[in-house]
């Protein structure tokens, strides 16, 4: 956070914090109000109240619910970095126990928040993984739902990528699995998914540009620019940066075919 002019005054970063939680006093709220004239201390509000709501919405959890453990100790072991250079109470402020006065409180929220920027890219990078997967293994699980093992397309790679395409019409929803799937360069070329409905129309439909970035297995969800009716195949083509509306398919080393 950009605070400049008010992080080393503890007061003030406690009013801010108060004030974003709600618990300020009549007396409290008089003086933040004062110091509120200031430009330096208005932008540091709201870029506490911005984060504070980016991380809510994160967690998809209220402050008093408890956080997955993976994500709390992420936070304790950097808010135990952030205030060994601003207190020599470091326990009181980071471990789990009650604090015993609201201003403790207060503070390890606003460090809670700073640190929460420093990890957010990972912390809440693997719970999305896992929801995918978790909605991947629920659409396999039902009846209608359509699953097929990528095969060699007509420009195949040099090396084999496992993987399959799981489909649920029902719901229009979907993923691809791949496995050892090379790792492209954005800005040069994209992978482009074309899912192919006869009995919708002669062209495929646009099913999504996307990247690999890392090695092993990657999960990416199936975005069908139109309705899919009846699927009978999918396919993979390596386009420019940005993928086409109509692909040449010069370049298609993936397919799966839907038996019948």
């Given at each position: 956070m950009s605070t400049t002019g008010i992080n080393d005054d503890r007061d003030k970063l406690e009013l801010l914090a108060g004030h974003v939680l709600g618990d300020l006093s009549d007396e409290e709220s008089e003086r933040l109000e004062a110091i509120l004239s200031d430009n330096d201390t208005r932008q540091a509000l709201w870029e506490l109240e911005r984060t504070a709501a980016t991380v809510q919405v994160a967690i998809g959890a209220q402050m008093d619910e408890r956080l997955p453990e993976h994500v709390a100790d992420q936070i304790r072991a950097s808010a135990r970095d952030i205030l060994l250079s601003e207190s020599s109470d470091v326990e009181a402020f980071v471990q789990p126990a009650?604090?015993?006065?609201?201003?403790?409180?207060?503070?390890?929220f606003a460090w809670f928040c700073a640190a929460a920027c420093l990890i957010f890219a990972f912390s809440f990078w693997q719970p999305n993984e896992e929801s995918t997967a978790e909605t991947r293994s629920s659409l396999i699980a039902q009846a209608e739902t359509i699953q097929v093992n990528w095969t060699a397309g007509k420009t195949p790679f040099a090396s084999p990528v496992e993987g399959d395409v799981v489909w649920d019409n029902t719901t229009q929803?979907?993923?691809?699995?791949?496995?050892?799937?090379?790792?492209?360069?954005?800005?040069?070329?994209?992978?482009?998914?074309?899912?192919?409905?006869?009995?919708?129309?002669?062209?495929p439909i646009d099913g999504g540009v996307f990247d690999i970035t890392s090695e092993g297995e990657v999960l990416v969800k199936i975005d069908a620019k139109l309705a899919v009716v009846n699927p009978a195949a999918f396919a993979i083509t390596i386009e420019k940066a940005g993928g086409v509306v109509v692909s040449s398919q010069e370049r298609l080393p993936l397919l799966a075919a839907v038996e019948g």
């Amino acid at each position: 956070m950009s605070t400049t002019g008010i992080n080393d005054d503890r007061d003030k970063l406690e009013l801010l914090a108060g004030h974003v939680l709600g618990d300020l006093s009549d007396e409290e709220s008089e003086r933040l109000e004062a110091i509120l004239s200031d430009n330096d201390t208005r932008q540091a509000l709201w870029e506490l109240e911005r984060t504070a709501a980016t991380v809510q919405v994160a967690i998809g959890a209220q402050m008093d619910e408890r956080l997955p453990e993976h994500v709390a100790d992420q936070i304790r072991a950097s808010a135990r970095d952030i205030l060994l250079s601003e207190s020599s109470d470091v326990e009181a402020f980071v471990q789990p126990a009650k604090p015993a006065t609201a201003a403790p409180v207060r503070e390890l929220f606003a460090w809670f928040c700073a640190a929460a920027c420093l990890i957010f890219a990972f912390s809440f990078w693997q719970p999305n993984e896992e929801s995918t997967a978790e909605t991947r293994s629920s659409l396999i699980a039902q009846a209608e739902t359509i699953q097929v093992n990528w095969t060699a397309g007509k420009t195949p790679f040099a090396s084999p990528v496992e993987g399959d395409v799981v489909w649920d019409n029902t719901t229009q929803t979907g993923f691809m699995r791949f496995v050892n799937m090379p790792i492209n360069d954005p800005t040069i070329e994209q992978y482009q998914l074309w899912i192919i409905d006869p009995e919708r129309d002669d062209e495929p439909i646009d099913g999504g540009v996307f990247d690999i970035t890392s090695e092993g297995e990657v999960l990416v969800k199936i975005d069908a620019k139109l309705a899919v009716v009846n699927p009978a195949a999918f396919a993979i083509t390596i386009e420019k940066a940005g993928g086409v509306v109509v692909s040449s398919q010069e370049r298609l080393p993936l397919l799966a075919a839907v038996e019948g």
